[in-house]
């Protein structure tokens, strides 16, 4: 082929290995051959798992058969999803027990279209951390920077990383309070935060039933909305341009306290989007100051992982990473009726932040406050426990409200490390927001702001 299939977007790929113009095991060498151990994405890298998978899609292919638009794709997974035959940590030091390689829905949906899975992801220790950090394996390396080791972002630290290398065109992390979003916005990927309850969490290793969603992050905001179809069935428009689009500005809350060059590449993605015929108007998200004050107390999602430590894995209480361990014992002393009132007001709250989005196709803020930090500057746990609820910030309020959320790449900053965007939607609307961001993201190709390493054909 004249172009190298991995610059290709999904779309263009799939279309490719049904057409048999690539197969699936000449894609596959193409992944592998980008692997970069240093970059230590995966804490399980299946070379012969994943040659078995490409076999096989290209035998169905061969055969005519086309289970579904991810066949043949080089997909990774986060190390808290369950994947029959390949181990699970969860970040831990061991593995958890066979029970939890039982495959859940979203997973079994993806196995049905034959992709091929390289391996599993890191993780922070049960998913409970915003910067990527691991006691107990070493981190990820952001790839945006190959002479500073920096924050990938967490916990689906090794998913951004994955995509970066070139090894997975698709990655499977997960969203409780940024876990996606923030590691896309880190590396200069994109991120996809489901509402809670679209995709099942069974057959995921919990962190917050009450607030744990499955997401993906892509290479381009079009090669999410191409996988979104895939494993939703829900369909995405494509929208021909900004005009009308109304779009409302978070600057309350969302926008404080930003890093150096974070405000600089906020403003150039706003003129673009004025300039390409988007309304922009301010709107404050309701409560987003008071949700964030709760998470700040400890919110619920420290609780509800101790319950399930408590209850499942009591053994893995004793070498939990001290970094977890002191968030969840300072939640300890909780008591019911706090936990059952925080549940309550996040409810309350949701409701009138989904009546307040009416007003707009979506609401737009920076993903994080701050870009990926160097791990030198959250060494010590007094600066850990700060950059970790910044990076945090934004992402969670949007998880607590009970919405749907992208992050999405538009420029650099000061240091040269990627900004994200962050697009909010209403519960449900991720078909709107898809369609929003895939114009937004041509829009700022064509202003030069960022180009993603997949085509937008």
Not at 167 to 183: C, E, H, K, N, Y
Request: aromatic share 8%; proline share 7%.
């Amino acid at each position: 082929m004249s172009k190298n299939p991995i610059t290709k977007s999904l779309y263009a790929l799939a279309a490719d290995l049904a057409a048999r113009r690539i197969t699936a095991q000449e894609l596959l060498a193409q992944s592998q051959a980008a692997h970069d151990p240093a970059l230590n994405a995966y804490i399980h890298w299946a070379p012969d798992f994943a040659r078995r998978q490409a076999e096989a899609a290209d035998a169905a292919f061969a055969a005519g058969i086309v289970t579904g638009p991810l066949q043949g794709i080089p997909t990774s997974v986060k190390d808290i999803y369950g994947v029959a035959g390949l181990p699970v940590f969860a970040g831990s030091p061991r593995e958890l027990p066979k029970s939890w390689q039982r495959e859940g829905p979203v997973v079994q949906r993806l196995r049905k279209q034959l992709p091929v899975i390289l391996g599993k992801t890191h993780t922070v220790e049960f998913a409970f951390g915003g910067l990527g950090a691991n006691a107990h394996w070493p981190v990820p390396w952001n790839p945006r920077d190959r002479k500073t080791h920096r924050a990938p972002g967490g916990s689906s630290s090794g998913a951004g990383v994955s995509l970066v290398e070139g090894t997975a065109l698709l990655a499977f992390g997960t969203d409780t309070a940024g876990s996606v979003r923030i590691p896309a916005s880190f590396t200069g990927t994109v991120g996809l935060k489901t509402t809670w309850g679209r995709w099942s969490a069974d057959g995921i290793v919990p962190l917050s039933p009450s607030l744990d969603t499955a997401g993906i992050l892509t290479r381009s905001v079009a090669d999410a909305a191409f996988a979104f179809s895939a494993l939703d069935g829900a369909e995405v428009s494509r929208l021909d341009g900004l005009a009308g689009c109304r779009v409302g500005v978070g600057k309350d809350f969302f926008f404080d306290d930003l890093g150096p060059g974070v405000g600089a590449a906020l403003d150039g993605a706003l003129a673009a989007l004025t300039k390409g015929g988007a309304r922009l108007t301010d709107l404050a998200l309701p409560h987003a100051k008071e949700v964030y004050e709760i998470y700040f107390r400890g919110g619920i999602v420290a609780p509800e992982l101790i319950q399930f430590l408590n209850r499942q894995l009591p053994d893995w209480l004793e070498t939990l990473d001290p970094k977890v361990k002191r968030r969840i014992d300072a939640a300890r002393g909780l008591e019911a009726w706090e936990y059952i009132d925080r549940k309550a007001t996040y409810a309350a709250f949701g409701r009138q932040a989904a009546e307040a989005l009416k007003a707009v196709d979506v609401l737009v803020s920076p993903t994080t406050p701050i870009t990926a930090p160097a791990l030198t500057e959250f060494a010590e746990d007094e600066s850990y426990g700060k950059l970790n609820m910044r990076a945090l910030k934004n992402t969670a309020v949007v998880s607590f409200l009970g919405l749907c959320a992208l992050s999405l790449p538009i420029g650099h900053d000061a240091a040269g490390m990627p900004v994200g965007l962050q697009l909010i939607a209403r519960p449900m609307d991720e078909p709107k927001l898809l369609a929003v961001a895939a114009a937004f993201e041509r829009t700022f190709a064509q202003a030069g702001l960022w180009t993603p390493t997949a085509s937008l054909d």
